[in-house]
Nanobody
Framework: QVQLVESGGGSVQAGGSLRLSCAAS????????MGWFRQAPGKEREGVAR????????YYADSVKGRFTISQDNAKNTVYLQMNSLKPEDTAIYYC???????????????????WGQGTQVTVSS
């Protein structure tokens, strides 16, 4: 059973920074995709960034390129999302996700996601 535990959300003023963490457990693959998605009020969930663990290949949404960085700590099975130069439009619930190769229904950055964290709120004020 794959479990994802997120932490690190909060409130910050525009231009500030936050770092989200996602600890994964129960995965049997040595290389797999992990990603971050977000959902703002009244909007559909959108992909933000994804990384292939072990290999380090990354993929970003155009809206966050140059501001957000996804990274991994393989020893801790943890993925991070460093968010800099935050804007009010980044306000959303952020979800960590992990690849589910058989039944995942959410495709992003060439990966098939099907495991989800509980979500963490990020609020950016102007």
């Amino acid at each position: 059973q794959v479990q994802l535990v997120e932490s690190g959300g909060g409130s910050v003023q525009a231009g500030g920074s936050l770092r989200l963490s996602c600890a994964a457990s129960g995965y049997t693959y040595s290389r797999y995709c992990m990603g971050w998605f977000r959902q703002a009020p009244g909007k559909e969930r959108e992909g933000v960034a994804r990384i292939v663990t072990g290999g380090g290949s990354t993929y970003y949404a155009d809206s966050v390129k140059g501001r957000f960085t996804i990274s991994q700590d393989n020893a801790k099975n943890t993925v991070y999302l460093q968010m800099n130069s935050l804007k009010p439009e980044d306000t959303a619930i952020y979800y960590c996700a992990a690849e589910e190769r058989m039944y995942g229904v959410t495709w992003y950055g060439g990966c098939r996601f099907g495991y989800w964290g509980q979500g963490t709120q990020v609020t950016v004020s102007s």
